[in-house]
């Protein structure tokens, strides 16, 4: 692993291209009106997905980049819940019949913040406002710090099917320095109990670049989760914004790895999944081979979504609560990001929507070319050029970094046909933001 290339190459400013265009890139000039005339253009036979952002928190981890609020008092909550009553009401009755719905996630924050019984009115809510079908997969982020047995009970109840559990790190010194403590015992008495409950597609959240993490301590870590045999596993390189997030500030930056430690410890932890049987998913996800994820790569269908990696289908996503983002049919939309904001538009009887982005046939090509490098480490040019109704030629010629990773060795070309060599996967994002037009600011003559 050269450090020249990860110096030149691994910038910390780069996209995760789970989207594209990237939320940066989004205007106010998509809002409410936009999203109530998208919602209703929307096929009614077309399977949707269901992002629900859940945005409270009983303890408030350093290192979290997401829009989050800590409460005690299960006040917000309740008041934030019959806004999102509201809101769903609402899509329900801008877009064409009940919408038949194949995924729901419930993300946050901690979605488990909500009390049991509200939890199953809102599950009883969404079932009367789409047509949920009988395999739909129902997926909740959970927090093993703070949940109770009634919780997993009212979790097989309401139909949930799979759960994504915060580990980040086994590592005591880890943990503390980043406002999470998190026993082996917490995690794996949940991850038992879920599975006595029915729910055993299981998914754990492991973090590198942490302050204090050792190459020694991730594969500790990951030896530990391994012992659990979760179906997935995403393993994601901790993101130091301070000036964006302020929490992060209590964080010791001196303890930080650079970026040669931190690609070893990204390099050591696949070591050790893939040693023990999971297949490496694109950038940053493992999974068992009978998992969706690896079924879904293996037949060249895996796809990437605000969430990141996903099996799931669907070409709309229907993204509620505040700072929900939506995929709609002619581009993206999100919710006001502040509660209060957010608040007050639902209760004005339009959606929450603060901004987004209306997709041109470049966007879409551009998009779907991330996308396959992204999830397959190639991508066919010349193909979805055609396609899109696109001449590859100028595409590839605005492309001025790819000259540069093809002479660094990164990736192969020939004929249009992008392969980004396995030893240097960890630089996909680069690779894609070789198309990024918004990014490099060049467009197609």
């Not at 879920?194 to 870590?221: A, E, K, Y």
């Not at 603060?354 to 991330?370: F, M, N, Q, T």
Request: a neutral charge; aromatic letters at 8%; hydrophobic letters at 40%.
């Amino acid at each position: 692993m050269q450090t020249s290339l990860l110096n030149k190459y691994c910038d910390a400013r780069l996209p995760w291209y789970t989207i594209y265009p990237t939320v940066p890139d989004f205007s106010a000039t998509v809002g409410a009106k936009t999203c109530e005339t998208w919602l209703r253009r929307l096929p009614p036979d077309d399977p949707v997905s269901l992002y629900i952002h859940v945005p409270f928190c009983r303890a408030i981890c350093w290192y979290c980049g997401f829009p989050t609020s800590l409460t005690r008092s299960e006040r917000p909550i309740r008041k934030y819940l019959a806004t999102l009553h509201a809101e769903i009401r609402l899509v329900a009755e801008q877009a064409p019949r009940a919408l038949p719905v194949s995924d729901v996630h419930f993300g946050g924050g901690t979605p488990t913040t909500i009390a049991p019984a509200d939890f199953l009115a809102l599950m009883a809510l969404l079932r009367r406002c789409f047509a949920f079908s009988k395999s739909a997969t129902i997926a909740i982020e959970i927090d093993p710090r703070a949940f109770t047995a009634e919780m997993v009970e009212t979790l097989q109840v309401a139909g949930v099917n799979r759960a994504s559990i915060g580990v980040q790190s086994f590592d005591g010194v880890v943990q503390r320095s980043v406002n999470r403590v998190q026993s082996e015992v917490q995690t794996a008495s949940l991850v038992e109990s879920l599975r006595q409950h029915g729910i055993s597609r299981i998914n754990f959240d492991l973090l590198f670049g942490l302050p204090h993490q050792t190459v020694r301590s991730c594969v500790d870590s990951t030896r530990t989760a391994l012992a659990m045999r979760p179906d997935r596993l995403a393993v994601f390189g901790y993101a130091h914004v301070p000036s964006y997030m302020k929490r992060q500030r209590q964080i010791d930056e001196t303890a930080l790895p650079d970026n040669l430690a931190r690609a070893e410890q990204a390099a050591a932890i696949a070591d050790t999944l893939v040693s023990a049987g999971y297949r490496q998913i694109g950038l940053d996800h493992f999974a068992l081979p009978n998992d969706e994820l690896a079924l879904a790569q293996k037949a060249g269908q895996l796809r990437r979504n605000s969430l990141g990696y996903s099996a799931d289908t669907c070409k709309t996503v229907i993204g509620l609560g505040p700072s929900a983002i939506g995929r709609l049919r002619e581009g993206y939309v999100q919710n006001e990001s502040a509660t209060a904001s957010y608040h007050q538009h639902i209760q004005a009887g339009r959606p929450a929507t603060s901004k987004g982005y209306c997709l041109s046939p470049e966007d879409r090509l551009r998009a779907a070319i991330i996308e396959r490098l992204m999830c397959d480490l190639q991508a066919d040019v010349p193909a979805i050029c055609a396609a899109h109704g696109f001449d590859p030629i100028p595409l590839l010629n605005s492309a001025d970094r790819l000259g540069m990773l093809a002479e660094d060795g990164i990736v192969d070309i020939e004929e249009g046909f992008i392969r980004v060599k396995q030893e240097h996967r960890f630089l996909v994002r680069a690779v894609a933001a070789a198309f990024d037009t918004y990014l490099d600011r060049i467009p197609i003559n």
